[in-house]
Nanobody, 120 residues
Framework: QVQLVESGGGLVQPGGSLRLSCAASGFTFSNYAMAWYRQAPGKQRELVATRSFSGSANYADSVKGRFTISRDNAKYTVYLQMDSLKPEDTAVYYC??????????????WGQGTQVTVSS
């Protein structure tokens, strides 16, 4: 049974930082690229960042230079380090296992989401 469990969300002031974690189980982690998506109220879910097992990464233009996706393959965990947060980063963030090893693979499994709120 595939499980993706996110943690690390919360309330942070503009300019602050948060680190999201996603613990994966139930599949061979090294065979699949991983991603973070987010969905703000009233908006469609959007891709934030993807990372392959080998280290290739891709970011949405809106987060480039501020967010970093990483993964610990031994721990079956993927992270999203978010710095210089802005109010427009407020959203529910979802961990996602993609359908293949490539960072352009389609989403396959989803976590339950974790709320990130950026507000003063």
């Amino acid at each position: 049974q595939v499980q993706l469990v996110e943690s690390g969300g919360g309330l942070v002031q503009p300019g602050g930082s948060l680190r999201l974690s996603c613990a994966a189980s139930g599949f061979t982690f090294s065979n699949y690229a991983m991603a973070w998506y987010r969905q703000a109220p009233g908006k469609q879910r959007e891709l934030v960042a993807t990372r392959s097992f080998s280290g290739s990464a891709n970011y949405a233009d809106s987060v480039k230079g501020r967010f970093t996706i990483s993964r610990d393959n031994a721990k079956y965990t993927v992270y999203l380090q978010m710095d210089s947060l802005k109010p427009e980063d407020t959203a529910v963030y979802y961990c996602c296992s993609l359908g293949g090893s490539s960072i352009i693979s389609s989403p396959r499994y989803w976590g339950q989401g974790t709320q990130v709120t950026v507000s003063s």
